[in-house]
Each structure stands twice: as structure tokens, then as C-alpha cells.
């Protein structure tokens, strides 16, 4: 299948729809590509340039050859007395200098008019023929024929079937080619007792091995060839790799653009007599669901001992945990001491 233009992820790699080259504008043997993506041998023949004028010479004479050739010729041309003493000679007699008309046995038109001249020489003035008649260009005539630039502008009186008409149709099968009907007969071995029998297609599937359909997205070509239909129309709802952003890939929070600013950790002070901050729990206090207390546990641990729960509370028995020396001043009714 012939290729002239090849487009991958969106850019134009190779076009030569554009291209003129033929086989006709190509030097004999030269081989190239045409804009149909076919390879092309040139059949132009190949002509050697030289510097000779002949008539036999194949070649396209160069200016510059013809200039040089007259130059070496040595051209004189005869004045009006030397053709008249000429045809004296000759016995013609002179040539009329005024209104006469010369014959063309004498080298003359025989008339005294343009129109006359012509007739009597056979020639045409240059307006009188065509363009092509000098340029010889085809584009140069009028009237040209219409010629067809491609099958469709022909009349298919002959009932030719184009390749779409036939697309998803088969050529054969393990070589069988179809009836006049369109039906194919294979033969199959072990299909029945004679070993023969008519084989049906199954659908293929993960763990049969069968046929299948061309759906959407799939081609396939004249010779069986499947390819997926993938074009840059095709995968339009798909982004490209390298239109995502470097984070796609890495999942890295640093390859973000535009991150917020966040502070840095906060740290707590150690709590002072003029700073607000932390503290940590220690001895003789308790702590219960974040809550700080002290309790009489707390401060008995903390004192020691167990201090009065009254005002009348008494020192005396077994809870005295001192020795008080007692001043003669005090006035000790009943042996007691009361605190107040």
C-alpha cells in the first residue's frame, strides 16, 4: 500500500501530495516518488549538451551557441548598385527604384501591397496564426476535449465493483473462492463419518479460537491486514504524555506549581512567672482527663503527715507528731493546746 503523507502525534513528518515530478519530467532511469506515494522511473530521455549546430542534433541549441556561430560568419550584404549591375549582367534589367514592382523570379513579391505580397509568396503574417502556432503548448489551444482526471468522471457502463463496494467481503477461503451465489464450500477433516462436512465459524472469544467482526476504531485491507484506525482525530479525548504537568507522573507534592505557604511547626515555650507556655506534672499533683488538681492525698504525701480538719482539733494522743515545748506564759486549761 503506497504512503504519501505520514502524520504522527499531530505533526506532518513526510507530505508528497504536493509533488509534481512524473515520469514524464524525469531523466530516463532516475527514480523517485510520486504525490500518490508510488515510486516512480523516470522516462524522460537523457540529452547530451553540446556545442555544435546540426541538423541532426537532438539536443536544445543554447543561445549563446547560435550567437557565437553568426559571429563567425562572414555576411556581406550587397548594396542596390551591385544588384543592379548584377542583373545587367544577367540581361533582367535594372530594378525599379520607384513604384515598380519587382518580380519574384527577381528576387521580389511581385506586388505593391502587403496583402499582395503574401499571396503571391504563400506566406501568413504572424497575427494571422494562433498562439500554439509558436508556442506549441497544449494550454494554448481553444476547444481542447475534457479529459478524465479520475474513475468517477467515467460512465461505469461496464459494472466494474470498486474495493468499498467489496469491503468486508472475502476472495476465498483456505483457498475456495465463492459460487456464482457468494457461497463458500470448504471442506473440513472429521466433520462426519466420511470426513468431510460444511464448517460453521465460531465466534471467537477468550478461550475460543474463531472468527470476529471489523468494529469501530479497526481497518483492515485488500489483503486481510488489520490496523488500528489510531489518528490524532481519533485520540482527541486522550491527553498526549507530554501535555501533562511533571506531577502526573511523580506524584511528588514539590513538582506542584502555585503551593500554599505554610508556617513552620510551632513550638511551646516552657511556661515562666512572665511567659504563658507549657508545664509538665510532677510531684503531689494529680492530672485527670487534662484537668490539674490537688487533692488531700496530695497534700498529706506532701506534709508528711495529717493536718487538723478543725478548728477544734486536738494534738494530743497518737496523731502529736512533735514535741511542743510549752511556755509558762501559755495558760494550758484541762492539758490541751487549741489552735484558733
Same mark, same amino acid.
Given at each position: 500500500?503506497?504512503?504519501?503523507?505520514?502524520?504522527? +502525534?499531530?505533526?506532518?513528518?513526510?507530505?508528497? @501530495?504536493?509533488?509534481?515530478?512524473?515520469?514524464?519530467?524525469?531523466?530516463?532511469?532516475?527514480?523517485?516518488?510520486?504525490?500518490?506515494?508510488? %515510486?516512480?522511473?523516470?522516462?524522460?530521455?537523457?540529452?547530451?549538451?553540446?556545442?555544435?549546430?546540426?541538423?541532426?542534433?537532438?539536443?536544445?541549441?543554447?543561445?549563446?551557441?547560435?550567437?557565437?556561430?553568426?559571429?563567425?560568419?562572414?555576411?556581406?550584404?550587397?548594396?542596390?548598385?551591385?544588384?543592379?549591375?548584377?542583373?545587367?549582367?544577367?540581361?533582367?534589367?535594372?530594378? %525599379?527604384?520607384?513604384?515598380?514592382?519587382?518580380?519574384?523570379?527577381?528576387?521580389?513579391?511581385?506586388?505593391?501591397?502587403?496583402?499582395?505580397?503574401?499571396?503571391?509568396?504563400?506566406?501568413?503574417?504572424?497575427? +494571422?496564426?494562433?498562439?500554439?502556432?509558436?508556442?506549441?503548448?497544449?494550454? +494554448?489551444?481553444?476547444?481542447?476535449?475534457?479529459? %478524465?482526471?479520475?474513475?468517477?468522471?467515467?460512465?461505469?457502463?461496464?459494472?466494474?465493483?470498486?474495493?468499498?463496494?467489496?469491503?468486508?467481503?472475502?476472495?476465498?477461503?483456505?483457498?475456495?473462492?465463492?459460487?456464482?451465489?457468494?457461497?463458500?464450500?470448504?471442506?473440513?477433516?472429521g466433520g462426519g463419518s466420511s470426513g468431510g462436512g460444511n464448517y460453521t465459524l465460531p465466534t471467537a472469544s477468550s478461550s475460543t479460537l474463531g472468527g470476529v467482526k471489523i468494529g469501530a476504531g479497526l481497518t483492515i485491507n485488500t489483503s486481510g491486514v488489520l490496523s488500528a484506525d489510531v489518528t490524532a482525530s481519533t485520540l482527541t479525548a486522550y491527553a498526549k504524555i507530554t501535555d501533562l504537568s511533571?506531577?502526573?507522573?511523580?506524584?511528588?507534592?514539590?513538582?506542584?506549581?502555585?503551593?500554599?505557604?505554610? %508556617?513552620?511547626?510551632? @513550638?511551646?515555650?516552657?511556661?515562666?512567672?512572665?511567659?504563658?507556655?507549657?508545664?509538665?506534672?510532677?510531684?503531689?499533683?494529680?492530672?485527670? +482527663?487534662?484537668?490539674?488538681?490537688?487533692?488531700?492525698?496530695?497534700? @498529706?504525701?506532701?506534709?508528711?503527715?495529717?493536718?487538723?480538719?478543725?478548728?477544734?482539733?486536738?494534738?494530743?494522743?497518737?496523731?502529736?507528731?512533735?514535741?511542743?515545748?510549752?511556755?509558762?506564759?501559755?495558760?494550758?486549761?484541762?492539758?490541751?493546746?487549741?489552735?484558733?
Amino acid at each position: 500500500m503506497a504512503v504519501n503523507k505520514v502524520i504522527y +502525534d499531530g505533526a506532518t513528518l513526510v507530505d508528497l @501530495t504536493g509533488d509534481t515530478v512524473t515520469a514524464d519530467n524525469l531523466a530516463a532511469g532516475v527514480k523517485a516518488t510520486g504525490a500518490d506515494g508510488k %515510486p516512480i522511473v523516470g522516462l524522460l530521455p537523457k540529452v547530451t549538451i553540446d556545442t555544435e549546430l546540426s541538423t541532426t542534433s537532438t539536443n536544445p541549441v543554447q543561445n549563446k551557441t547560435i550567437t557565437a556561430a553568426l559571429s563567425n560568419l562572414d555576411i556581406d550584404i550587397a548594396t542596390n548598385d551591385e544588384i543592379d549591375n548584377a542583373l545587367n549582367v544577367a540581361g533582367s534589367g535594372d530594378l %525599379p527604384t520607384t513604384g515598380g514592382i519587382v518580380p519574384i523570379a527577381m528576387g521580389g513579391t511581385g506586388a505593391t501591397t502587403t496583402a499582395g505580397a503574401r499571396t503571391n509568396l504563400g506566406v501568413s503574417a504572424t497575427a +494571422d496564426f494562433a498562439n500554439v502556432a509558436f508556442s506549441g503548448v497544449y494550454d +494554448d489551444l481553444t476547444g481542447r476535449p475534457a479529459i %478524465p482526471s479520475q474513475t468517477s468522471d467515467l460512465a461505469n457502463n461496464s459494472g466494474y465493483i470498486t474495493s468499498s463496494a467489496l469491503s468486508g467481503y472475502v476472495k476465498s477461503v483456505n483457498g475456495a473462492a465463492p459460487d456464482s451465489s457468494g457461497n463458500v464450500t470448504i471442506s473440513v477433516s472429521g466433520g462426519g463419518s466420511s470426513g468431510g462436512g460444511n464448517y460453521t465459524l465460531p465466534t471467537a472469544s477468550s478461550s475460543t479460537l474463531g472468527g470476529v467482526k471489523i468494529g469501530a476504531g479497526l481497518t483492515i485491507n485488500t489483503s486481510g491486514v488489520l490496523s488500528a484506525d489510531v489518528t490524532a482525530s481519533t485520540l482527541t479525548a486522550y491527553a498526549k504524555i507530554t501535555d501533562l504537568s511533571a506531577v502526573a507522573k511523580t506524584g511528588s507534592y514539590n513538582d506542584l506549581t502555585n503551593k500554599p505557604t505554610i %508556617p513552620a511547626a510551632y @513550638t511551646l515555650p516552657n511556661a515562666t512567672s512572665s511567659t504563658l507556655g507549657g508545664v509538665k506534672v510532677g510531684s503531689n499533683i494529680s492530672v485527670s +482527663d487534662g484537668t490539674i488538681s490537688v487533692t488531700k492525698s496530695n497534700v @498529706t504525701s506532701a506534709l508528711g503527715y495529717t493536718p487538723a480538719t478543725t478548728n477544734n482539733a486536738s494534738f494530743t494522743g497518737t496523731t502529736m507528731v512533735q514535741t511542743l515545748t510549752v511556755s509558762s506564759v501559755l495558760n494550758i486549761p484541762g492539758g490541751s493546746i487549741w489552735i484558733e
